[in-house]
């Protein structure tokens, strides 16, 4: 009996074994089936790849198009600014207190926009008139074995590159594009890598879909020493990575190649020179944005593509908050309500970037955050606030905060040309005017005062409005939006109260500047 109660151990154990086994083996195979498939799904892509990047390097080899009609877009104003901030009846004009440290200076428009890359437009009573910045010619990064170090807005970015896509272009004809487009194509996996790279290190620095073309370009200039190369080489790593809707074109006059990308055609972009292209009956405009042309010479170009339906454009809006580095700068205001101050820090390298964004509608500055260090001031001095004041009581600290705290001028006066800031630039230049402190007002309110804001545009000039709820009755001017009431809290109008109104726009009726998420 004891010999058969062993024999049936032995048989179980060795069905377990076998069983065991059975289980590793099948699991061996499942991995085998799965790679195998994985592979032949790749080589499937692969092969799709190849004929799509065949058939386009077919398609801009043919004759391209002369376009003539390039264009910019019209700024918001039509009429010239205020040209100075005026004072709200029976109060005194405060002495604006300006402290940036003591071995800082505020940054001015020549440090601001070193190395910018935009086009910069000025404002007169005629419109918008352009000035074109040519690419940098110097080198922001140096090409080290199988990476190149960027200097990216004064601080340090490494992606990997590799020298097989340091490709040298033959010239800037139809069938030398055709040419470069099949020699980088040859290189799926190096360019992919990198693209993934510089997807993360835009992420790491809060930057928008705009700022993986400016690493993208960096990375360019770093590699490359030829300017139509940079181009393309840009051109195919946004387009075929990217999935981003781009042409190239080439200069009448000068015979450059210039890169024409699709900005987000649902908002206004005011920096750049367009054209308008019809893809499946409709427009869609492409901008000059960088290049060895002249920014206004008309261009030769390809038409529609079939294979360009399935990219996107590019979007301007910031997701995340700014972070390319810590703030290295800071500047002390002067709360008057509270009778205290405030030391705010602030980065120039954020202010170096923002410039180089192109300039859009208001709702992206409203809506775009400051750096973490200045949230962190921030919140240090008004988070508190609602423990002590009523919503409509913070609503008037901020309000008269920003009236008094912030030496007022027009953007043609400061810089010769018009610039919207960004709340952070406020704290950063030594002048705003209407829509800067507007912006920077209207990011106040919602995060310490959790109110609702509109903007209010006027010709020549830009207010907010303030919806304090159904339970608050104030005097002063009400602009009704959305079925709701909004009072008006101008941030230019120095000393005004919740509900004034500076007295040339009175009874104006202005357009709504939408900042309510959709």
Excluded at 48 to 73: G, H, I, P, T
Excluded at 258 to 269: G, H, P, R, S, Y
């Amino acid at each position: 009996m004891r010999k058969l109660v062993i024999t049936a151990v032995i048989v179980c154990f060795s069905s377990l074994v076998l069983s065991a086994q059975s289980i590793e083996e099948q699991i061996d195979q499942m991995q085998k089936n799965f790679d195998a498939f994985k592979q032949q799904q790749e080589e499937r892509f692969q092969a799709f790849s190849e004929k799509q990047n065949e058939e386009f390097a077919a398609f801009v080899e043919r004759q391209w198009q002369l376009f003539e009609d390039f264009r910019l877009q019209s700024l918001a104003f039509s009429t010239p600014k205020i040209s100075q901030a005026p004072v709200a009846p029976n109060t005194q004009k405060p002495e604006v207190f300006v402290d940036f440290g003591e071995t800082q200076q505020p940054v001015t428009h020549a440090t601001a926009t070193a190395g910018s890359y935009a086009v910069q437009t000025s404002l007169s009573q005629k419109g918008a008139v352009q000035k074109y910045v040519a690419p940098s010619s110097s080198k922001r990064g140096v090409v080290s074995g199988s990476s190149v170090v960027l200097d990216f807005y004064g601080n340090k970015a490494t992606l990997p590159f590799s020298t097989k896509l340091a490709l040298q272009s033959r010239g800037a004809k139809e069938s030398d594009v055709a040419a470069y487009f099949k020699s980088i194509a040859k290189f799926p996996a190096e360019t992919k890598t990198l693209w993934q790279a510089i997807k993360k290190q835009s992420q790491a620095f809060g930057l928008n879909e705009w700022g993986d073309f400016c690493l993208l370009r960096m990375v360019a200039e770093a590699a490359l020493n030829n300017v139509n190369d940079r181009v393309l080489f840009c051109f195919y790593m946004l387009r075929n990575e990217g999935g981003y809707k781009v042409k190239l074109a080439r200069g009448r006059d000068s015979g450059k190649l210039t890169l024409l990308l699709a900005l987000d055609n649902k908002k206004e972009v005011y920096s750049y020179i367009y054209f308008t292209f019809k893809e499946n009956n409709r427009s869609v405009k492409y901008y000059s944005v960088y290049g060895g042309g002249n920014a206004k010479e008309s261009i030769y170009s390809y038409d529609f593509c079939e294979q360009e339906s399935a990219l996107r454009q590019m979007r301007l809006d910031f997701d995340r908050t700014l972070h390319i580095g810590n703030c290295n700068k800071y500047r002390t205001l002067k709360i008057k309500k509270l009778g205290s101050e405030i030391r705010v820090p602030y980065s120039t390298a954020h202010l170096s970037f923002l410039n180089d964004v192109p300039m859009t509608v208001f709702p992206i500055y409203f809506s775009s955050p400051l750096s973490i260090e200045s949230q962190r001031a921030l919140e240090a001095k008004f988070g508190t606030l609602k423990q002590k004041y009523s919503q409509t009581e913070i609503v008037a600290i901020l309000l008269n905060f920003v009236q008094t705290a912030f030496a007022y001028k027009t953007d043609e006066d400061q810089f010769g040309y018009e610039k919207y800031f960004y709340p952070e630039e406020v704290l950063g230049y030594s002048y705003s005017d209407c829509e800067d402190r507007s912006a920077l007002f209207s990011w106040l309110v919602k995060t310490y005062a959790g109110a609702d804001v509109i903007g209010l545009q006027y010709e020549g000039h830009v207010a907010t409005a303030v919806c304090l709820g159904d339970g608050v009755s104030l005097k002063g001017d009400i602009f009704p939006f959305a079925g709701k009431k909004y009072y008006v809290c101008d941030p230019t109008y120095i000393n005004a109260s919740i509900g004034m109104t500076m007295p040339q726009f009175k009874g104006k009726m202005p357009k709504v500047i939408n900042l309510r998420k959709k």
